[in-house]
């Protein structure tokens, strides 16, 4: 079946502009997690949904940072007025039971 | 302090030689522990849970030492496509995240 999806897969921004990452994640998957992984560095937890609320955001780094889920399933993540420190690979991942996530291919964002 | 720490390595091992990874966790809350595997600039896949009895998955070992906190992956008798990053993960039942340690990167020559 198809795994988890995110687009694009690619994106190059100028500082200060918004940029919108998308998440498709695995169908019938309840929770969905995003992540951020910085070259070199290990993931860095940002925000859990669990159905279309989010009981856990304690890892968004700053205000800009939102994300949403809607339908149980697509999640977004908006970064807004981007800064450079912002450049990573975001990871999106998807699960049905508590621990085995499942990854998507990942966004490399770079702000330049 | 990070929540899961580990050496990041790099490990650099003949084929054919048994190499160990550890890792220390600082909460003691943590429930679960894994090891996920990332090939490089790819996404990391679960390789294994790790249980306090110790288990087996064919040349991997993992062990939990809960009194110490550590976790440990041996692989015995690698392979080249053993290459790759080790990502040792705690799981907290509260609020159902995964903490992910720095990652070991290990590299098997011929």
């Known amino acids: 079946g198809a795994g988890v999806s995110q687009s694009p897969s690619n994106k190059v921004t100028e500082k200060g502009k918004d940029v919108e990452l998308r998440c498709d994640p695995i169908?019938?998957?309840?929770?969905l997690y995003w992540y951020r992984q910085s070259l070199g560095q290990g993931l860095e937890f940002l925000i859990y949904?669990?159905?279309?609320?989010?009981?856990?955001k304690s890892g968004l780094p700053s205000d800009r940072f939102s994300a949403e889920r809607t339908g149980g399933s697509v999640s977004t993540l908006t970064i807004q007025r981007t800064q450079q420190e912002d450049s990573a690979v975001y990871l999106c991942?998807?699960?049905?039971?508590?621990?085995?996530?499942?990854f998507g291919p990942g966004t490399r964002l770079t702000v330049t | 302090r990070k929540e899961v720490e580990q050496d990041p390595g790099p490990f650099n091992v003949p084929e054919g030689a048994t190499v160990a990874f550890n890792c220390t966790y600082s909460n003691s809350a943590s429930q679960s522990f894994f090891w996920y595997r990332q090939d490089c600039r790819k996404e990391p896949k679960l390789l294994m849970s790790?249980?306090?009895s110790g288990n087996e998955d064919g040349r991997f070992t993992a062990q939990l030492n809960r009194a110490s906190q550590y976790i440990s992956l041996l692989i015995r008798d690698s392979k080249l496509s053993d290459s790759a990053t080790y990502l040792c993960v705690a799981f907290y039942n509260q609020g159902g995240k995964l903490i992910f340690g720095q990652g070991t990167e290990l590299s098997v020559k011929p």
């Open positions: 949904f669990q159905g279309n609320s989010a009981p856990d």
């Open positions: 991942a998807s699960s049905s039971s508590s621990y085995e996530q499942y």
């Open positions: 790790v249980y306090s």
């Open positions: 169908s019938g998957h309840t929770a």
